[in-house]
């Protein structure tokens, strides 16, 4: 149920079945407009993370790139990527997550030279966000089967690696399956409260925990105990500082608001190469369009959508990275964070023209 609490103020509300017919006519009563989006929210969670028979796990080939994947489904497939790809692909860890699991990253580019700029895309730093996941997926796929046929695609991967991580926050993701679909942190304990895990885009080192960011446990905005305290964050953090000469382009995948952002996110001050970053962007957007007409809006995350601290889009642009972005994917309310699965291909199409825009942007000098 979305219903106004104030003027020009949305808010979704899950509520029980049984409290409906209580909640409706207090809504009513108090002159709260309000619109039912999702009559039988259960039904739709079951029908997306139910397992469906027609899924093939078994061959690359038969992968169904247009539905929904668990975190366990998701890492065979990467290891078959790796094994049937090795001229292309390599994965490898950068670290273990709270709970013990491997943060898994696959390396896609042609070994053509031993130094190649490189451009890392993230998905699922919120857990609930299964569409960024999707895309993560997507985009390899696009990437290994168009490399022959396409020249923007063969140029991009001989003359670039593309750091690749499908899921983020492998807890979470996980947790998002098994137990509740809207779960958002990872899943780190607390020792003073009940309340489990830390927004693991409040956690990083760049301006931490001011605007946009809560220091209370149980909320959903928390930014944890102290910059980089999630496993998930310190491993990923420590890999781009690594590399971070190498690393030109950041580009990390959320959803929903058909957005395209860019830096700053805590502060509104335009970013010194703020030209090429916009430019860039607009072109991306352009081409999104391109596809089936959806519009997204861009421009600094701060003024477009809200500000926010500690996120990793900044402090990737803090650290040297020049061109850092953050998609937030279809759609603008209506399923929200319940996507359809019919709507993988469309997004993940469209997103693909933006990602290819931004790459070959890239491999141009902007002045």
């Known amino acids: 149920i979305i219903f106004h609490i104030s003027e020009g103020t949305v808010t979704d509300v899950h509520v029980p079945g049984n409290s409906s017919q209580i909640l409706l006519p207090y809504l009513q009563q108090a002159n709260i407009k309000y619109t039912i989006i999702i009559s039988d929210l259960q039904k739709v969670i079951e029908k997306q993370s139910g397992l469906r028979s027609c899924r093939n796990r078994r061959s690359v080939p038969g992968y169904n790139y247009e539905v929904y994947h668990s975190l366990e489904e998701i890492q065979s497939w990467m290891y078959r990527l790796n094994k049937t790809h090795s001229d292309l692909v390599h994965m490898f860890s950068v670290g273990k997550s709270y709970e013990g699991r491997p ?9 053509s030279r031993p130094y190649k700029r490189a451009v890392w895309i993230d998905c699922g730093i919120h857990a609930r966000e299964w569409i960024g996941p999707a895309f993560c997926q997507w985009f ?3 990437a290994l089967q168009t490399y022959q046929s396409d020249p923007a695609m063969r140029r991009m991967l001989n003359q670039l690696y593309f750091y690749i991580m499908p899921v983020f926050n492998v807890d979470g993701y996980h947790f998002s399956w098994t137990n509740d679909r809207f779960w958002r942190k990872t899943r780190s304990k ?6 489990h895990g830390v927004d693991a885009n409040r956690n990083w080192k ?13 909320d959903d905005t928390y930014c944890g105990p102290f910059p980089e305290s ?16 190498q690393i030109k382009a950041y580009l990390s995948f959320h959803a929903y608001a058909q957005m395209l952002l860019y830096p700053y996110s805590y502060k509104y001050a335009t970013i010194p190469n703020f030209s090429c970053v916009e430019s860039a962007a607009y072109n991306a957007v352009n081409a999104l369009q391109s596809a089936y007409g959806i519009r997204y809006r861009y421009g600094p995350a701060s003024s477009t959508l809200y500000v926010s601290s500690g996120s990793s889009m900044d402090w990737a642009y803090k650290n040297g990275i020049p061109y850092a972005f953050a998609f937030e994917l279809r759609d603008t309310g209506h399923f929200g964070f319940l996507l359809p699965e019919t709507l993988i291909k469309p997004t993940c199409t469209e997103t693909m023209l933006a990602v290819k825009n931004i790459t070959m942007h890239l491999l141009k000098k902007c002045h």
């Open 230 to 245: 999630e496993p998930e964050v310190k491993a990923v953090a420590h890999f781009l500082r690594k590399r971070r000469k």
């Open 190 to 195: 607390n020792s003073q409260f009940r309340c």
């Open 103 to 111: 943060l898994f990253v696959l390396k896609l580019g042609k070994r």
């Open 206 to 218: 760049v301006k931490w925990c001011d605007e946009g960011a809560s220091f209370h446990p149980c």
């Open 140 to 142: 390899v796929k696009e």
